[in-house]
C-alpha cells in the first residue's frame, strides 16, 4: 500500500509540474506558475528516489499508475468525463503495474 500512496504521489507531482506550464503557455496564465511548476518537478524526482525497486523497474510501473492518475486528473481538474475505454485502459496499466512492483522475488 505504501508502494501505490508513493507512485500517486509522484504522479500528482509530476502531473502538476506540467499541468502549471501549460496553463501559462496555452492559456494565458501568469509566469508566476512557473515556480511552482518547477518545485513540483523537483519534487517528483526526489520521489522516484524513494522507491526500494530498481529504478529501470520503478519507472516501468510508475507510468502504470501515472495512466491512472492522469485519467483522474481529466476528470477531476479539467473536467472531462473518461470513457469507458480510458478506464478500461488504466485498469490494465494499473494491473501490469501490480505485476512488475509485486512479483515474487528470489
Same mark, same amino acid.
Given at each position: 500500500?505504501?508502494?501505490l500512496l508513493l507512485f500517486i504521489a509522484t504522479a500528482l507531482a509530476e502531473i502538476m509540474g506540467c499541468y502549471l506550464p501549460y496553463l501559462w ?11 511552482? @511548476?518547477? !518545485?513540483? $518537478?523537483? +519534487? ?11 529504478? %529501470?523497474?520503478?519507472? #516501468? ?8 492518475? @492522469?485519467? !483522474?486528473? $481529466?476528470? +477531476? ?11 478500461? %485502459?488504466?485498469?490494465? #496499466? ?13
Amino acid at each position: 500500500m505504501n508502494t501505490l500512496l508513493l507512485f500517486i504521489a509522484t504522479a500528482l507531482a509530476e502531473i502538476m509540474g506540467c499541468y502549471l506550464p501549460y496553463l501559462w503557455l496555452k492559456q494565458d496564465r501568469s509566469a508566476w506558475l512557473l515556480i511552482p @511548476a518547477a !518545485l513540483s $518537478l523537483m +519534487l517528483f524526482a526526489w520521489l522516484l528516489t524513494l522507491h526500494d525497486a530498481a529504478s %529501470g523497474r520503478v519507472y #516501468a510501473a510508475y507510468g502504470g499508475v501515472y495512466i491512472g492518475v @492522469a485519467i !483522474l486528473w $481529466l476528470w +477531476l481538474v479539467d473536467g472531462m468525463r473518461p470513457t469507458v475505454w480510458d478506464g478500461v %485502459g488504466a485498469a490494465v #496499466a494499473l494491473c501490469g503495474m501490480g505485476i512488475i512492483m509485486f512479483q515474487p522475488r528470489g
